[in-house]
């Protein structure tokens, strides 16, 4: 018996669309993350892209992403 496996390529996986969704963010906050003077620290980019991912991969939470703590 031959299983069906699902590949999921390109734009439409959850870590892409966390990743634009950080580039969204980060347009939209002035912040640089790439070119000649990027002004993003290393823990902005990290904290931000977990919540984004987190965010695409459980919408039902909606405001509840932001009100749990960091760890």
Known sequence: MTE???LTVGENTPEYVAHR????IASAEGISIR????NASREWILETYMLCLR???HPHLGK????EPRH
């Open 4 to 6: 069906n496996i699902a």
């Open 21 to 24: 969704l950080m580039l969204d």
């Open 35 to 38: 070119g000649t003077k990027p």
């Open 55 to 57: 965010a695409v991969q």
């Open 64 to 67: 509840k992403l932001f009100n």
